[in-house]
């Protein structure tokens, strides 16, 4: 009996973390003034209890040639799964935002390119699982070489 | 629809001393009452600032006058009371050193709060390069006026600034911690706000920018002809119950007699801007509709409650088709122009905007 209430409690945290992923959108979004001057929210879609995800964000980029990673505060909103990213990376280089997070068993991940004039809504990518290493260095590949044209 | 104010119970929130189901009930209030959530925020300001107060020694004049306010008990006590109760005495005495500061911290606060201060830049007639600058507090019923040659800065209390641009005239209406409103009577202004929504207000002459929370440009003729653009947050632009919901990266126009228009972004094709301008045309709508990116629902939402009921369902199907409609909004209810549907709708297409 005890094992059959396990097991329709997983089956019940998987089916509420099914389809996980981040939505992203820019400051008005999140309808929160404090976050007008974030670079960019996100809110967290298919978890059961929007506040029991668990999210981190790091900046990777490219500065003077050099590769770098910021980690960044990911600040949550009034509203429980929205969250806001600040810039608190350096203003030059080439940069991309790693957004991941947890739901349970279950993985999201995003790679949100940044422009001259904030984030890049439309190249924006979205997975079932953190970004891979090859995912963050294919995304900014076309950054780099476009700074360089 | 606001109920009773929470005044009284805003410092009792703060605190964590309300019981699950009164605070509920406030912050209810707080999320539909502007006046309330001014207030929790300036109770909010004043207990950190009293958090850190500094100590301060009580100056021997103070027992003259406590022990003058209290001559009965000072004939009754004798020296009894000031040897024996000497320890009460001192506490009592500090905690109205304490009060006394905190109330004079408020004051000067408050009144600072409340101090516009304008910066009026000019250039020299000799067109040198260093600006002429003369600064001067202002308060309800003043104007400020700048020329072709001039150009000033308005700090609003502690809430932000405002530019004002050249060949500018403006009048301070109001400049008290819950409200700070200006008329501007022609020119353009440049405001940069830093308070929670619905502290700051610019009326022209055909509609009122409420501020929601902001940075934002306003041009205006005397008649009321002109535009609003937002860089940051939103701002309520308002006539006679005629609502425009401008996010940043948005503008506005208004007219004379009219109110403020239909908002759109400032990316929008040409096409959409153009036949904005025009929308009594008839072929102005399809334009509309059929150049409309799913970033337009902006225009599209706003154009659904100035439509009649046959254009609501063409622009209800042309956002149904730009962008899939949430579970929770039914057709039904935005054809009836169903307020929470509306603004529900309105809440899951600023993910797009």
Same mark, same amino acid.
């Given at each position: 009996?005890?094992?059959?209430?396990?097991?329709?409690?997983?089956?019940?945290?998987?089916?509420?973390?099914?389809?996980?992923?981040?939505?992203?959108?820019?400051?008005?979004?999140?309808?929160q003034?404090?976050?007008?001057?974030?670079?960019?929210?996100?809110?967290?879609?298919?978890c059961?209890?929007?506040?029991?995800?668990?999210v981190?964000?790091?900046?990777?980029?490219v500065?003077?040639?050099?590769?770098?990673?910021?980690?960044?505060?990911?600040?949550p909103g009034?509203k429980?799964?929205?969250?806001?990213?600040?810039?608190?990376?350096?203003?030059?280089?080439?940069?991309?935002?790693?957004?991941k997070?947890?739901?349970?068993?279950?993985?999201?991940?995003?790679?949100?390119p940044?422009?001259?004039?904030?984030?890049?809504?439309?190249?924006?990518?979205?997975?079932?699982?953190?970004?891979?290493?090859?995912?963050?260095?294919?995304?900014?590949?076309?950054?780099?070489?476009?700074?360089?044209? | 629809m606001?109920?009773?104010?929470?005044?009284?119970?805003?410092?009792?929130?703060?605190d964590?001393e309300?019981?699950?189901a009164?605070?509920k009930?406030?912050?209810?209030?707080?999320?539909?009452?502007? $006046?309330? &959530?001014? @207030?929790?925020?300036?109770?909010?300001?004043g207990?950190?600032? +009293?958090?850190?107060?500094?100590? =301060?020694? #009580?100056?021997?004049t103070?027992?003259?006058?406590?022990?003058?306010?209290?001559?009965?008990?000072?004939?009754?006590?004798?020296?009894?009371?000031?040897?024996?109760?000497?320890?009460?005495?001192?506490?009592?005495?500090?905690?109205?050193?304490?009060?006394?500061?905190?109330?004079a911290?408020?004051?000067?606060?408050?009144?600072?709060?409340?101090?516009?201060?304008?910066?009026?830049?000019?250039?020299?007639?000799?067109?040198?390069?260093?600006?002429?600058?003369?600064?001067?507090?202002?308060?309800?019923?003043d104007?400020?006026?700048t020329?072709?040659?001039?150009?000033?800065?308005?700090r609003?209390?502690?809430?932000?600034?405002?530019?004002?641009g050249?060949?500018?005239r403006?009048r301070?209406?109001?400049?008290?911690?819950l409200?700070?409103?200006?008329? $501007?009577? &022609?020119? @353009?202004?440049?405001?940069?706000?830093?308070?929670?929504?619905? +502290?700051?207000?610019?009326?022209? =002459?055909? #509609?009122?920018?409420?501020?929601?929370?902001?940075?934002?440009?306003?041009?205006?003729d005397?008649?009321?002809?002109?535009?609003?653009?937002?860089?940051?947050?939103?701002?309520?632009?308002?006539?006679?119950?005629?609502?425009?919901?401008?996010?940043?990266?948005?503008?506005?126009?208004?007219?004379?007699?009219?109110?403020?228009?239909?908002?759109?972004?400032?990316?929008?094709?040409?096409?959409?801007?153009?036949?904005l301008?025009?929308?009594?045309?008839?072929?102005?709508?399809?334009?509309?509709?059929?150049?409309?990116?799913v970033?337009?629902?902006?225009?599209?939402?706003?154009?659904?409650?100035?439509a009649?009921?046959?254009?609501?369902?063409?622009?209800?199907?042309?956002?149904a088709?730009?962008?899939?409609?949430?579970?929770?909004?039914s057709?039904?209810?935005?054809?009836?122009?169903?307020?929470?549907?509306?603004?529900?709708?309105?809440?899951?297409?600023?993910?797009?905007w």
């Open positions: 009996m005890l094992r059959l209430g396990i097991a329709n409690l997983v089956v019940a945290m998987l089916a509420c973390a099914e389809g996980f992923t981040f939505v992203i959108g820019s400051p008005v979004a999140s309808q003034f404090q976050f007008k001057a974030a670079t960019f929210v996100f809110r967290t879609e298919g059961g209890d929007a506040g029991t995800a668990q981190s964000a790091t900046a990777e980029g500065l003077k040639g050099e590769r770098q990673s910021v980690v960044l505060k990911v600040m009034s429980p799964g929205v969250y806001a990213v600040f810039q608190s990376w350096p203003a030059e280089g080439q940069w991309i935002v790693n957004l997070g947890t739901c349970g068993n279950a993985h999201a991940g995003a790679i949100v940044m422009g001259p004039k904030g984030f890049i809504r439309e190249s924006a990518k979205f997975f079932p699982h953190p970004a891979t290493e090859s995912e963050v260095e294919t995304a900014l590949k076309p950054l780099i070489t476009g700074a360089k044209k | 606001f109920g009773r104010h929470i005044r009284h119970q805003v410092a009792g929130l703060l964590g309300l019981p699950l009164e605070r009930r406030i912050e209810d209030h707080l999320a539909v009452c502007g $006046l309330c &959530r001014a @207030e929790r925020e300036q109770v909010r300001a207990m950190s600032m +009293l958090k850190h107060l500094p100590p =301060a020694q #009580a100056p021997d103070i027992w003259n006058a406590i022990e003058a306010a209290w001559p009965e008990r000072q004939q009754r006590s004798g020296a009894w009371f000031r040897q024996g109760f000497r320890p009460w005495f001192l506490a009592y005495a500090a905690l109205v050193m304490v009060a006394a500061a905190g109330i911290y408020w004051t000067r606060v408050h009144h600072h709060e409340r101090q516009w201060e304008v910066v009026k830049i000019q250039v020299s007639a000799g067109g040198d390069k260093e600006p002429i600058r003369k600064v001067a507090g202002v308060g309800p019923g104007w400020i006026e020329d072709a040659a001039s150009s000033a800065r308005i609003v209390g502690q809430i932000g600034s405002v530019d004002v050249p060949n500018a403006l301070v209406v109001a400049t008290s911690p409200e700070h409103r200006l008329t $501007l009577e &022609r020119g @353009e202004i440049h405001a940069k706000i830093s308070a929670p929504p619905k +502290l700051f207000f610019v009326e022209t =002459a055909s #509609a009122t920018a409420e501020d929601l929370g902001c940075e934002y440009s306003l041009k205006t005397v008649q009321g002809l002109g535009v609003l653009q937002v860089t940051l947050g939103w701002v309520s632009f308002q006539w006679k119950g005629i609502e425009s919901l401008v996010p940043a990266g948005a503008s506005c126009r208004t007219r004379p007699h009219a109110g403020p228009g239909v908002p759109y972004f400032d990316d929008a094709p040409e096409e959409l801007r153009n036949a301008e025009n929308l009594s045309g008839e072929r102005s709508f399809d334009t509309i509709l059929r150049v409309a990116r970033r337009d629902t902006l225009t599209l939402w706003h154009l659904l409650a100035r009649g009921v046959s254009d609501r369902v063409r622009i209800y199907d042309r956002m088709a730009l962008t899939p409609v949430p579970a929770d909004v057709r039904e209810k935005v054809l009836e122009l169903d307020a929470k549907t509306l603004t529900r709708w309105k809440e899951a297409l600023a993910w797009t």
